[in-house]
Each structure stands twice: as C-alpha cells, then as structure tokens.
C-alpha cells in the first residue's frame, strides 16, 4: 500500500478541507494557512513523495498539476494580475509533507522568490 498522508486522507474525504478542484488524477483544495489571499494546493491523488520521485510515466500528472493550476488561477480571479506556482522538495526546499504538491499563490504582489 501507498504511503498515507495528511494530504491523501484530504483525497479520500477523510479530513474536511476546502476542495476546489477534484478529478481521477488531482485534488485542489485551500491551504489552511495561507501565504497570499489566494492559496491553494494541487496534489496528485496518488502518494509520490517528492519531486525527485516522480518519472517519466508521470509526466501526464504534472501536466494535469499545472493545467489545474492555470485553470484555478482564471477561476480565483488573480491570472490577470499574476500568480506563483512553487513546488518545495524535501527539507532545504521547505517541503513539509512528503507527497507531492503544489503551491498556487496569488491576489497581491508576491515579492521575490528566496528571502535573503
């Protein structure tokens, strides 16, 4: 069996959390302390740990990832002013739960990427 985590019990309906987004490959739902007005994480409804773990087979799931993000950006309002896509992989890239995901920020000026 899969790894499970926080964000797999999310897909599963066993933790409430505000879905945005659910189809057989992804779900998007609020982050529960956002960075920006606009939130939101994208993950694969299957567990892949990190970023470094995914291959070539899944190439069509981070394809999705990124079209739903796109699409959810144009829903929330923020595609025309802008929106940060941001993927942290393991510890030095700040990834704090160990399934894949990314971070659809927007709804004000972000800033620049790495504080100094």
């Excluded at 990190?50 to 796109?70: Q, W, Y």
């Excluded at 510890?91 to 990427?113: A, F, I, K, N, W």
């Amino acid at each position: 069996m899969a790894q499970d985590t926080t964000f797999s019990r999310i897909v599963r309906g066993e933790i409430p959390a505000e879905i945005v987004h659910q189809d057989d490959l992804v779900t998007a739902f609020r982050d529960i302390r956002p960075l920006a007005p606009t939130h939101v994480l994208v993950v694969p409804n299957e567990v892949i740990p990190t970023l470094a773990d995914v291959s070539t087979d899944d190439e069509p799931l981070l394809g999705r990832m990124l079209r739903v993000a796109a699409d959810l950006a144009a829903q929330e309002g923020i595609a025309q002013d802008g929106y940060r896509v941001a993927i942290n992989c393991r510890d030095h890239g700040g990834q704090e739960v160990y399934h894949l995901h990314l971070h659809l920020l927007g709804g004000r000026p972000l800033g620049g990427m790495v504080g100094r």
